[in-house]
């Protein structure tokens, strides 16, 4: 049975650690270690805790609801590496005593079905996941002064709207450096089609550190979804040329690149060798296991999360963009395993 009478000293004393310490994670995630922040959720859990600062922080405000903005395939099925992001987001907010509706950014009744929500009251800000190059979207938080954070991609132009992304170019020099040190020479990228801002930013990853070690870049621009993938490595097939390495864009196209090489009986990593970029969940489990470069989704969605609280509360938050420092995971597909 929930205890109404349970406090931030509880919190604090049930752990060990210092009630600051545990303020701190309510009103600052992005300052907390997130071992220690994964400890303070729990039992914040355990006790049933339901932090104050929410009710002050929306005195005269009644939603407690937070809008997502999640733009999904053709199939309106949410990619995997921005559901992980929606659900790290959510079980935050939880926590929080907050709610939270997904609106499609692909759809513009959606967005004026927000916009709607939003003035009437019933929204009090929006996190958005795959949409930092939505001019219409942007324009349309600033001209209504709505609070948002954007998670993914960085954003330019005059649209100030805090962002949390990883750092890209930095994931993809890893990648492909990793790929060399593996014994690859002839590295294709497969990347995706449009004008995201990571796009641009692991092709200029991957052609820097192809220039460094004297190889020739060679780039297939394709789908971001598994079909993607496979039609990717159909072109490598048709075309001339040899290739040992696969960078693929996501996780997503380097599964429909191993899905192909499976068909044509292509020895991954013994002919070529494939790495992704997400570290979605599903990574582990494909046969063989992809390597990848991993974004901290759950560090992500906490920060897009604490953040938002702060700028509804009327603070301004520290730093107007995060980027996080993306981590690279070796499995089979680029190396046998000892």
Known sequence: MANEKTTLNDVARKMGISKMTVS?????PEKVNHKTLDRIL???KELDYKPKFVARVLAGRDSKTIGF???PNRDFVIPPFYGECVKGATDWLKILDYKT???NASEKNSKLLFLDY??????????VFEGSYDEELL???????????LVGEKISGPFKIPTISTDNYSGSRKAVT??????????VHLTGKGTKPS???????????????????RIIKTENTIEGGMRGMEILQESAGDFDALFCFSDLVAWGALKKCYDLSISVPGEIKIIGFDNISISQYMSPSLSTISQNMKEMARHAAGMLIQIISGKRPERNEITLDPELIIRESTQYPL
């Open 69 to 71: 903005f999640i733009k």
């Open 199 to 217: 796009y641009r930013e692991r092709i200029k990853g991957y052609t820097d550190v192809l220039e460094e070690n004297g190889l020739s870049p």
């Open 178 to 187: 990793h790929l060399i040190e593996s014994g690859a020479r002839q590295i």
């Open 139 to 149: 324009a349309t938080f600033k001209n209504n002064n709505i609070p948002a954070v």
């Open 101 to 103: 509706l997904l609106f």
């Open 118 to 127: 939003m003035n009437s009251g019933l929204i009090d800000g929006a996190v």
């Open 42 to 44: 729990k039992t914040m």
């Open 24 to 28: 701190r994670a309510i009103n600052h």
